[in-house]
């Protein structure tokens, strides 16, 4: 698995790690994606297009840093069921206990987080529903 670095989040706008910083915009895409050779799923997703991402499926993946304990992330696709999907670890050692993912309908998806921890690495899955490909964009604050 490779993931696209994004760095550390801009720092929330509140003291103690509180609160939101500011949106990063990121464009990306699925054309020419294949599922990672150990994919990951999650269940009891939110999000209105089912309670869990697909699997296998067609997916890129981000890392990030926090730098709040909290994070919302918001996608619009040109494939149809966008799903998130957020873990902790490392490329070897990935773990779900966020409990963190969506599944998304008419192209777009949403979600937050709440309990991250600053300082923690955190890997973003972005795919589709099995075989869709496309572009998508999405902003992480």
Same mark, same amino acid.
Request: glycine share 12%.
């Given at each position: 698995? %490779?993931?696209?670095?994004?760095?550390?989040?801009?720092?929330?706008?509140?003291?103690?790690? %509180?609160?939101?910083?500011?949106?990063?915009?990121?464009?990306?895409?699925?054309?020419?994606?294949?599922?990672?050779?150990?994919?990951?799923?999650?269940?009891?997703?939110?999000?209105?297009?089912?309670?869990?991402?697909?699997?296998?499926?067609?997916?890129?993946?981000?890392?990030?840093?926090?730098?709040?304990?909290?994070?919302?992330?918001?996608?619009?696709?040109? %494939?149809?069921?966008?799903?998130?999907?957020?873990?902790?670890?490392?490329?070897?050692?990935?773990?779900?206990?966020?409990?963190?993912?969506?599944?998304?309908?008419?192209?777009?998806?949403?979600?937050?987080?709440?309990?991250?921890?600053?300082?923690?690495?955190?890997?973003?899955?972005?795919?589709?529903?099995?075989?869709?490909?496309?572009?998508?964009?999405?902003?992480?604050?």
């Amino acid at each position: 698995m %490779f993931a696209q670095d994004i760095g550390p989040l801009p720092t929330p706008l509140c003291s103690g790690a %509180f609160g939101l910083g500011d949106p990063v915009n990121i464009s990306g895409t699925l054309i020419a994606a294949t599922p990672s050779s150990q994919y990951y799923y999650l269940t009891n997703c939110s999000g209105s297009g089912g309670s869990i991402t697909s699997n296998p499926a067609n997916d890129v993946w981000y890392k990030f840093t926090a730098t709040g304990h909290q994070v919302i992330i918001s996608i619009t696709s040109t %494939f149809t069921n966008p799903n998130l999907a957020l873990f902790y670890g490392d490329c070897t050692s990935l773990y779900a206990s966020v409990g963190a993912c969506a599944v998304g309908v008419g192209g777009s998806a949403s979600l937050t987080v709440e309990q991250l921890t600053v300082g923690e690495e955190y890997y973003l899955l972005i795919s589709g529903n099995g075989t869709q490909t496309g572009t998508f964009n999405f902003d992480i604050k």
